[in-house]
């Protein structure tokens, strides 16, 4: 911004000469004392700050004759982010052009109003942005030495790169007590940067918790290694020691807690009104089903699967209605499917449940199964319901086209878990070995890779 800027009032404009500047970030403006009126100007952009200041008899007389009427356009460069303000006598008119030519409602005032420092975060102020550059510098540099992708870092939560009190140093030092490798501490940060802003104390009570269900230190890098956000996430400790309290308490042994914390350690950064919300329920739902032993049942549930306290009750109570009305299940039947094999599908969303059980039900119809075979065929392996439509049936379509029939496939699941191109390897293995697929015993295609090998050796010595 030159210092020779130009105002407009109404259709009219003042020039401030370049003579009435008084410093080189000073820009003056006229100012009259008789009408009592004050001009104040602030101006703030990405590399300046200007501050407009007042002197006497420079303002026409056309200025100050209606005071309803004294601003009624004010232009401003748009590629500048200036604020100007006037307060004549007993109103004040606002009205402001921002970066994009935006515009504001003009808002009145009365005169005993006083200008007050306002901060604006939209614009880039001159401040203690400048001093924070050698510090930001300093962090990245750091980083980069710690070989951490600070592209990565910035991508998933830039937001951490501009907070103060950053503990990269601190961080490395922590984890490298405990075990871990400048590889692992590298990655923890690459993919969760927010682990910068916790405290040395704040790890080192978490850490403590932690052990109390994990055997050794190592095991905790292993799950920080896999999942940082576990243990990251939340720097809310006390929350932690009652949600292990609470599991403790509710029939769970170091076992189960260990199991938790290994596949699904968000469930002790939930809040503990929400793993109470959750056990709740199973419990409800156990003793609604006639079960008499509700703390037995939710442990058994959680064993089976350890992902249920971190899904919403909503959920669950879905796709247990969805088991008990698409299969027709009794209450004991019900009962036993889920503390069984359909614990495993409750945390699937329902939606998706519904969806790939319409599929797996009309593509079997089509290969002629009936109704009672499809709900048979699901019902001994509920896992399918976790394949998609077109991985289900790109499956089934492979295995029909090598002479594989859909009773085979009915009555042996379990090769459905196999990708195509492993079904497909080891289909020709078997066949070119003189097996014969139609007559015999299909499940060796869902076998281990181990028990495979060994089983294909001992075809090919025959």
Not at 160 to 169: A, L
């Amino acid at each position: 911004m030159s210092l020779s800027s130009q105002v407009f009032f109404g259709t009219k404009r003042q020039s401030v000469p370049r003579r009435h500047a008084e410093v080189k970030r000073s820009l003056v403006l006229p100012y009259s004392p008789s009408c009592r009126c004050w001009l104040c100007c602030c101006a703030f952009c990405f590399k300046k700050r200007v501050r407009v200041t007042l002197r006497d008899n420079y303002f026409p007389a056309f200025f100050w004759r209606n005071a309803e009427v004294l601003l009624r356009q004010m232009s401003i460069p748009k590629g500048w982010g200036y604020l100007t303000i006037l307060a004549p006598r007993n109103l004040l008119y606002m009205r402001s052009r921002f970066l994009f030519g935006s515009r504001c409602w003009m808002t009145r005032f009365s005169p005993e109003i006083l200008f007050k420092s306002v901060s604006f975060r939209f614009f880039g102020v001159k401040s203690d942005n400048e001093d924070s550059e050698p510090l930001k510098n300093r962090l990245l540099n750091n980083l980069l030495t710690m070989g951490v992708d600070v592209d990565m870092a910035k991508k998933r939560q830039p937001g951490v790169f501009n907070r103060t009190g950053i503990n990269e140093q601190d961080l490395k030092m922590f984890l490298l007590s405990k075990g871990a490798g400048q590889e692992v501490i590298a990655s923890i940060i690459s993919r969760y940067p927010r682990a910068l802003t916790r405290t040395t104390e704040n790890l080192s009570k978490r850490w403590d918790l932690w052990r109390t269900i994990m055997t050794s230190d190592l095991e905790i890098v292993d799950i920080l290694e896999r999942s940082p956000e576990s243990f990251f996430r939340s720097n809310n400790n006390v929350n932690l020691e009652n949600n292990i309290k609470f599991l403790y308490s509710v029939g769970l042994t170091r076992k189960c807690l260990c199991r938790l914390l290994n596949n699904a350690p968000r469930t002790f950064s939930n809040s503990l009104d929400l793993n109470k919300q959750m056990v709740e329920f199973l419990q409800e739902v156990c003793l609604s089903l006639g079960h008499s032993h509700p703390i037995d049942f939710v442990r058994k549930i959680i064993l089976k699967n350890p992902f249920i306290l971190i899904q919403s009750t909503k959920r669950i109570k879905a796709n247990i209605m969805f088991l008990q009305s698409t299969f027709n299940l009794n209450n004991e039947e019900l009962l036993v499917l889920i503390c069984g094999p359909g614990a495993e599908i409750l945390d699937l969303s329902n939606a998706c449940a519904k969806r790939n059980y319409t599929n797996i039900k009309e593509k079997l119809c089509s290969l002629g199964c009936t109704e009672q075979e499809v709900q048979k065929f699901v019902l001994s392996y509920l896992d399918v319901l976790f394949l998609g439509e077109k991985k289900f049936n790109d499956k089934i379509d492979c295995l029909i086209e090598e002479k594989i029939s859909i009773s085979q496939i009915i009555e042996n699941p379990r090769i459905l878990d196999s990708s195509i191109s492993t079904l497909k390897s080891r289909i020709k293995e078997l066949v070119d070995a003189g097996y014969n697929l139609s007559t015999s015993n299909i499940s060796l295609l869902s076998w281990s890779q181990k028990r495979y090998k060994t089983k294909l050796k001992m075809l090919n010595m025959r």
